[in-house]
Nanobody, 123 residues
Framework: QVQLVESGGGSVQPGGSLKLSCAASGRSFAVNNMAWFRQNPGKEREFVAWISWSGASTTYTDSVKGRFTISKDNAKNTAYLQMNSLKPEDTAVYYC????????????????WGQGTQVTVSS
């Protein structure tokens, strides 16, 4: 059974940092591309960042470039999202996902999702 479990969310002031983790099981983590998405109530889930299976390639949505860093540790079956210089507009539930095929920006390209972790940025 494939399972993704996010952790590391919480509340932080603007300008602060958080590091999210995504622990994977039930699939060969080392050969899978992965991504982070985020969602607010009443809004569509939006792409945040993507990483290739080896970690050699990454892509980011424009609003987080230079502030967020996606990485993965294949030995630990874990992906990460380091978030720095957080802004109130980064507030959302963050999800990790296993990439299947297609355009990496679209949720239809992913076949397994975690349950999400809440990130709140507020003063």
């Amino acid at each position: 059974q494939v399972q993704l479990v996010e952790s590391g969310g919480g509340s932080v002031q603007p300008g602060g940092s958080l590091k999210l983790s995504c622990a994977a099981s039930g699939r060969s983590f080392a050969v899978n591309n992965m991504a982070w998405f985020r969602q607010n109530p009443g809004k569509e889930r939006e792409f945040v960042a993507w990483i290739s299976w080896s970690g050699a390639s990454t892509t980011y949505t424009d609003s987080v470039k230079g502030r967020f860093t996606i990485s993965k540790d294949n030995a630990k079956n874990t992906a990460y999202l380091q978030m720095n210089s957080l802004k109130p507009e980064d507030t959302a539930v963050y999800y990790c996902a296993f990439y299947h095929s297609g355009d990496s920006r679209y949720i239809s390209s992913y076949d397994y999702w975690g349950q999400g972790t809440q990130v709140t940025v507020s003063s």
